[in-house]
């Protein structure tokens, strides 16, 4: 008998499992642990909706709330004070129904927003141009690497060992196709930094470019000055967080070639892990090379404002072997939620937003450096994320901390197995947290020890 929903028979599953090498779907999720996995909600039959209701709202109270909850776990996805006016402007139907712009001509509140967003992008990241947009910051990293390999016509590409490590997972896969050669810079184990003389060492007459982070991936700022004389003959890549763009000189302020990043920070939600949105911007002899697609401002033949599409690299637009990138979507929704984030706090909000992380966190940090038995991990600049080092196991710490309705630390083995982060924790403090929950937090590892 036909399904009407489902778009594929037996048959058709069966030859895709087996074109793919698995013998049935639930192999597809062999990496979930068995104990997490539900095959349904489990709910008893002829429950009245009443029922299901209160039975739903009783499931859903297990899940941490922020409401209840104090935040200090970072590593990618950040807590930050959202306004609330968002949520009503970004709910109407007009938005939520506006995909994406097949037809320019009538999707010109779309455009416009993308033409906004892009704009805010290249003020923040100081490049000269920007698409509309990203999947997150580990693609965004992903494209940056086939970009400058593609413009440099060469095969290896250097990654910093501090850039985060699940985008790190995301470059290799992407590199899998191409057969790109990713090396790997090591990182000072004193200050966190790149290690210059390994950079150095490993630039070649092969090498296409250089990815780093700026805030690295354990918080602290690396020197892009320097790190740009080194790659002069090289594409140099800055992942950013754009949060700290507020405070910081701005990558194209540096003479970098393309700057990445992710800006959940700019009022993305935390739910199921965040609200991923990643960046883009390069330098305008580059523009051709860029993945995605550019929004442009422009008159019609009666002098109306008019926004269109300038380009438009992806597969579905042009030929595909003539295709800068396979991304065939794009996070609209969330780039319109960044737009009227940015709109909302202005230049000096998120500059304040900003400084009150820095000063916050190195309020905490200072804090827990005189405890006996914890100790920052790196002596670098750092923004408003820092690592330690702990005599206690950091899943010990995190698990107690939960007890006391306080998420994070964060193990930083728990991102990657790795034997040096093994008693290294990952704390980030915003201008979201009170300074009562700040305190409370150090009292509490304090207490631990």
Known sequence: ????????????????????????????????????????????????????????????ERNADLDDYSVF????????????????????????????????EVSQGSLQMFYEFQSMICELTGMEVANSSMYDGGTACAEAMLMSCNIKRKGKYLVSEAVHPEYIQVMKTYAR?????????????????????????????????????????????????????????????????????????????????????????????????????????????????MPGRVIGKTEDIEGNTGYVMVLQTREQHIRREKATSNICSNHAHNALVATIYLALLGKRGLKNAALQSIRKAHYLADKIDKMDRYELAFSGPFFNEFAIKSSFEPEYIQKEMMKEMIMGPLPINSVKQCEEWDDLMLIADTEANRMEEINFFAHKLEELL
Request: charge should be negative; charged fraction near 25%; include cysteine.
């Open 1 to 60: 008998m036909a399904k009407r929903y489902i778009p594929h028979t037996e048959e058709e599953i069966k030859e895709m499992l087996e074109r793919i090498g698995v013998s049935e779907i639930d192999e597809l999720f062999n990496e979930l642990p068995a104990e997490k996995r539900i095959s349904g909600l489990r709910l008893p039959d002829g429950m009245s909706e009443s029922d299901v209701s209160r039975k739903l709202k009783e499931m859903a």
């Open 73 to 104: 776990m970072g590593g990618g996805v950040y807590n930050h004070l959202i306004p609330h006016a968002i949520a009503h402007i970004v709910e109407r139907g007009e938005f939520l129904t506006a995909y994406t712009p097949y037809q320019a």
């Open 177 to 289: 196709g191409p057969e790109i050669n990713l090396e790997f810079v090591k990182y000072d184990n004193e200050t966190g930094l790149v290690d210059q003389e390994d950079l150095l060492s490993k630039i070649d007459g092969d090498t296409a470019g250089f990815l780093m982070g700026y805030p690295n991936f354990f918080g602290i700022v690396e020197d892009i000055k320097t790190i740009r004389e080194i790659t002069k003959d090289i594409m140099l890549t800055v992942t950013c967080n754009p949060f700290a763009l507020g405070v910081l000189t701005a990558p194209g302020a540096f003479d970098v070639d393309i700057c990445v990043g992710d800006a959940q920070p700019f009022g993305g939600s935390l739910y199921l892990g965040g609200m991923s949105l990643g960046i883009f911007a390069t330098k305008r002899n580059y523009m051709r090379k």
